[in-house]
């Protein structure tokens, strides 16, 4: 039986977003190819798969998959270290591996990951990706390490100050941000067609005109720039690969689950059902991997674009898929027309975006503990590579909330002075200690140090039904302090613990017996 017509209206709306998408697809599909260092085309065919195979998969109806920034450079390390074929394999088998966590259904457990360390990964990324993209503004080769592209930003202001052509090509790239963003200003009418494309088409059509002396793409065409292989498989012996592969999974995924959640609060459609959605993202990374381009998440900027133009169903993604492919197919010379300061332009606007500039200072007021988890993971990704930077971000956020959770209070109090009328003054009374919340071993230098300062020949009472929690070593470390307390003063040390959970009645338990 075949699937029900979609109504005219329905049908309209999805095409009219899907141009829209199509264009805002366009320069980034071929930026984000020149910014990782391979053939501008692999960006379209990525963009091709995204609509065509994972815009029919189910999963998420409304977002967009297709080559991120957020990947960019990680990708351009990977095409470094490993050269194309090696960056096949390597999405090749994350696409398979993303497929196999979506099928043991562990795609909901992507978004265990705390938000802090998924924006400090998208800072750090957006911060390399800014600055390495100053250097193609300028014309000028950038530095290959992250470190390296920050220490090299004096020499690169010298290139500016002596060299006319590096003006020129800055001025171009300069030229296109302003465009972006004096677009985005503009009215919602005009802004249906994206400043990223309006900006890039400008800057092709004044540097033709005027004949700047600034570097366009080399086109090789879509078919050239493919080459397919089922996978160097050798490469996996590799510890390198083997990281790089494991880094590609987690950020991806990440990204993409992260988007769709994203995506679901801006339409009233479907919701997403995480573990179909990572079988389709891992099913276009399989067949990206297999076609040697580059690797695919769901983008938040098409994505957020497809639901602001109108789109209704998940027709209006397949068919982006269908004029990138139109176009990669009829117009390939186009592509070649483009500067690359322009492209560069568009990359650091996306890496701008990236950077939770508005989100930070809130998130520092309300949670510090997360504003620093964001701050380390960004720090550790620009002096490190991005898994090191992604595994000590959430290592911190695992400490930090170890240490949130054990929270414990120890409070001291002096009973009073007990008198007889007979005998007069019959000496100091007990101290009664309360410990209240989780012992953990993390919380044991304060507890400890609290008992050791109770006076030494007084008896004590020792309240633990606040107790939430004790583990092994607090246990422990309680029992010593009791038996040396009652062995080194003489006296006797009460202990209040509450009953087994049949009984929650407390009981008074004398440690000297």
Known sequence: MSPPALPWRTLRADLSASVVVFLVALPLCVGIAVASGVPAELGLVTGIVGG?????????????????????????????RYGLAGLGTIVLVAGLLQVGLGLL????????????????????????????????????????????????????????????????????????????????????????????????????????????????????????????????WGTLADVGVLATIATFTLVASAESLFSAAAVDRLHRGPRTDFDRELVAQGTGNTICGLLGALPMTAVIVRSSANVRAGARTKASRVLHGLWLLLFAAAAPGLIGLMPLPALAAVLVHAGVKLLPLRALPELWRQHRGEAVVLAVTALAILTTDMFTGVLVGLGLAVVKTAWEISHVRVTVREVPVARDAAVGDAGPGPVEVAITGNATFLRLPTILTTLNDLPADRTVRLDLRGLRHVDHACRTALDTWIETHNRNAGVSVHVVAPRPAEDDRPRTVDATD
């Open 105 to 232: 259904r562990l795609g909901r457990w992507f978004r265990a990951i705390t938000v802090s360390v998924v924006q400090g990964m998208l800072a750090g990324i957006g911060l390399l990706l800014i600055v390495g993209q100053l250097y193609v503004l300028a014309g000028v080769a950038a530095p290959h390490t992250g470190p390296g592209k920050f220490t090299g930003l004096p020499g690169l202001v010298g290139e500016v100050v002596t060299s006319a052509p590096a003006r020129v090509s800055l001025a171009v790239g300069v030229a296109t941000i302003a465009v972006m963003v004096g677009w985005d200003g503009l009215p919602g009418r005009l802004r249906t067609v994206p400043g990223a494309l309006v900006a890039v088409v400008a800057a092709a059509g004044v540097t033709a005109a005027l004949g700047l002396p600034v570097d366009t793409i080399e086109v090789e065409g879509l078919l050239a720039a493919m080459q397919p292989s089922l996978g160097h």
């Open 52 to 80: 065509l195979v994972v815009g029919f998969m189910p999963g998420s109806s409304m977002q967009v998959s297709g080559p991120a920034a957020g990947l960019t450079v990680l990708v351009a390390e990977a095409v470094d």
